[in-house]
């Protein structure tokens, strides 16, 4: 990486024959008007405005250019500027009068909060072909509202000819004034052509995935662009198929997966396992896209199969979600099932159930998780696909956690792996609310509540020394039910719900069973006992559906 200065005007000649142009990821200018002209006065007074990042090119750029906003396309590109796009556009729009609704001015009578020069923007509306205020295009009047415009500081040899005829016309035959502002405009000229912009470059033959993790790096303060955003452009030159039109067929047809994370990324994560390979940026960036394309039906119907199981098996939304790994590698392996006999689809579905659960409840995932997944994958793809019996992925070997650690684990709001599979336990017996008796879906699981079972409150005026805010503490209930119960001991508002319907003690024994809630506990007040016997429950639960069986409480 090297450090270099480089003058304004040398900026905005490298625009001006394209051989600084953006790579096509690049989002488009987002500054408002008050920035633009924020940045006109840093220059005008020669206040820093920060480097530059670019990626030098030989030959062919590694990533689709294209122009700066309103500069030309040019013949040969040298940089791919990385960084500074705002600022190159601003700068460049704003000296070339590009702005359709606003036109950019020093001030002759205004200073800035630093006392310095300062620039004023003026709005501006077209009707009938001319330009308004009506004022805007005559040089007299703007010269009376000591106004004069920024593009005559381009620094190009034309702006001293612009600039003069511009001054001429507003002074008339005032030749002292003629010259006193003659001056003062070259002055200003002369500080953007020599103003300094520093810029930091990345060598030619930079890998792409190394661009991109520069590019990450230094835009972490605006939206992140995902690796979608990143690659969408050259693979659509690339393959003559939209992506954009791909992934909103997907999502017409598969709605539900967009409530497992961004939709963009599990599918390009899917589609690198699909051709073996780790599902990661630099394999995404090296995807056979033709091949993409032409398996596009089969990556559908494995996403709609996925998201069918993952719903099946109570795994309602990436908010409950113990571990994001599994849901790329769903689709994947979902993928191979459109031509499967029932039979082969049932053992499909038993492997995939125990590899999901392994994958929430083992520690598989936690670190080096592109190279586990794929290992696992590669093996389930043999039985599913090719029918090859008794495969043995690694993840079928990871050790179970034992029902101490059950115990422990913490509040499933947060993003706890093991919490969130002890959640998604309390709920395959539809974790019916204890008020309303709706059971959990995933059109209401959105609308449910992390209610303590055992109230915090409760437990604190016990000095129990077991902490409220475990997993095995939590059950998901409706807002309403939520507030109703508040800080109860269950003995109470167990008795409560028993009285606020007719159904009766049985009622509320039955919606408290699918949480998977032992009764007897909750009728004593006992928490530790609660903890203990509902540990017991998880973990016979665990081991169930890791070996592929489905449980309900």
Not at 204 to 233: C, K, W, Y
Not at 391 to 400: A, G, K, Q, R
Not at 438 to 449: D, F, G, P, Q
Request: with cysteine; glycine share 6%; hydrophobic share 40%.
């Amino acid at each position: 990486m090297e450090a270099r200065n480089r003058s304004l005007s040398d900026w905005l000649g490298a625009v001006r024959t394209g051989q600084v142009q953006l790579p096509r990821f690049q989002r488009f200018e987002a500054w408002s008007y008050s920035q633009v002209q924020s940045l006109l006065e840093s220059v005008l007074n020669d206040l820093p405005i920060g480097a530059m990042f670019v990626l030098q090119v030989e030959g062919n750029p590694p990533f689709h250019p294209r122009p700066i906003s309103t500069g030309p396309t040019g013949d040969k590109v040298s940089e791919l500027l990385l960084d500074g796009q705002q600022r190159v556009t601003a700068l460049w729009k704003s000296l070339h009068g590009n702005y359709p609704e606003r036109e950019f001015f020093v001030s002759l009578g205004e200073k800035t909060d630093y006392d310095g020069t300062a620039v004023k923007a003026v709005k501006i509306s077209t009707r009938g072909g001319r330009r308004y205020p009506l004022w805007i295009d005559d040089s007299t009047r703007l010269l009376e509202r000591g106004l004069v415009p920024v593009r005559l500081l381009l620094p190009v040899e034309e702006s001293n000819k612009a600039a003069l005829e511009w001054i001429k016309s507003a002074c008339g035959e005032d030749q002292e004034r003629i010259l006193d502002l003659m001056m003062r405009v070259n002055d200003w000229r002369s500080r953007f052509a020599s103003f300094n912009i520093p810029f930091l470059s990345l060598p030619a033959g930079t890998s792409p995935a190394q661009v991109l993790e520069v590019f990450t790096r230094i835009n972490t303060g605006s939206t992140p662009l995902s690796i979608f955003d990143i690659i969408t452009a050259d693979i659509e030159q690339a393959v003559g198929e939209s992506l954009h039109d791909l992934m909103e067929s997907l999502n017409g047809r598969v709605p539900g997966l967009a409530r497992y994370g961004d939709v963009q990324d599990i599918i390009l994560r899917a589609a690198t396992l699909m051709q073996d390979k780790t599902p990661d940026r630099p394999s995404i960036l090296n995807l056979d896209w033709g091949a993409v394309v032409q398996s596009w039906p089969q990556l559908v119907s494995g996403a709609e199969r996925a998201v069918q199981f993952l719903e099946a098996e109570k795994v309602l939304d990436g908010a409950r979600l113990p571990i994001f790994t599994v849901v790329p590698a769903l689709i994947s392996l979902w993928s191979h099932g459109d031509g499967l006999t029932p039979d082969r689809v049932g053992e499909a579905r038993t492997l995939l159930r125990k590899f999901m659960w392994r994958g929430f409840f083992t520690e598989r995932y936690e670190s080096s998780a592109h190279s586990a997944v794929i290992q696992d994958v590669r093996e389930l793809t043999k039985a599913i696909r090719d029918g090859v019996v008794n495969v043995d992925p690694p993840i079928f070997s990871s050790e179970l956690p034992s029902i101490q650690d059950v115990k422990e684990a913490g509040w499933p709001k947060k993003k706890d792996r093991l919490a969130r599979a002890i959640l998604l336990v309390s709920l395959q017996g539809g974790a019916t609310d204890l008020a309303d008796g709706e059971a959990i879906t995933v059109l209401n699981a959105s609308r449910r509540e992390y209610h303590h079972i055992f109230p915090d409150a409760y437990l604190k005026s016990l000095q129990t020394e077991t902490a409220a805010s475990l997993a095995l503490n939590c059950a998901l209930i409706t807002w309403k039910t939520n507030r109703t119960i508040h800080d109860k001991q269950p003995l109470v508002y167990m008795r409560d719900r028993a009285e606020a319907n007719s159904l009766g003690d049985d009622e509320t024994v039955f919606r408290l069973k699918s949480h998977a809630m032992p009764e007897v506990p909750l009728r004593e007040n006992d928490y530790t006992a609660f903890i203990e016997q509902r540990a017991e429950v998880v973990v016979t639960a665990m081991q169930a559906l890791a070996s592929g069986k489905p449980w309900s409480p």
